[in-house]
Nanobody
Framework: QVQLVESGGGLVQAGGSLRLSCVVS????????MAWYRQPPGKQRELVAA???????NYTDSVKGRFTISRDNAKNTVYLQMNSLKSEDTGVYYC?????RGQGTQVTVSS
């Protein structure tokens, strides 16, 4: 059974930083692409960033240059470093592998 557990969310002022973590179990982590999604209040969930098993990354335009996705295969963990946070980054952040996602972690950016 695949399980993903996110952590690291919280309340931060605009311009601040947060680092999200997602620990994955139940799969051979190093063989899988991973992704971070977010769901802003009242809006649809959107893809934020993704990383392949080989380490290739891609980002939605609104976070390029501010967010960095990375992975540690030894720890079965994927990270999302978020810098220069803006109020529009507020939302619930989920990590996902294939069609399975975690319970999410809340990120709130105050302006």
């Amino acid at each position: 059974q695949v399980q993903l557990v996110e952590s690291g969310g919280g309340l931060v002022q605009a311009g601040g930083s947060l680092r999200l973590s997602c620990v994955v179990s139940g799969i051979i982590f190093r063989f899988n692409s991973m992704a971070w999604y977010r769901q802003p209040p009242g809006k649809q969930r959107e893809l934020v960033a993704a990383i392949t098993s080989g380490g290739t990354t891609n980002y939605t335009d609104s976070v390029k240059g501010r967010f960095t996705i990375s992975r540690d295969n030894a720890k079965n963990t994927v990270y999302l470093q978020m810098n220069s946070l803006k109020s529009e980054d507020t939302g619930v952040y989920y990590c996902q592998v294939s069609r399975t996602r975690g319970q999410g972690t809340q990120v709130t950016v105050s302006s």
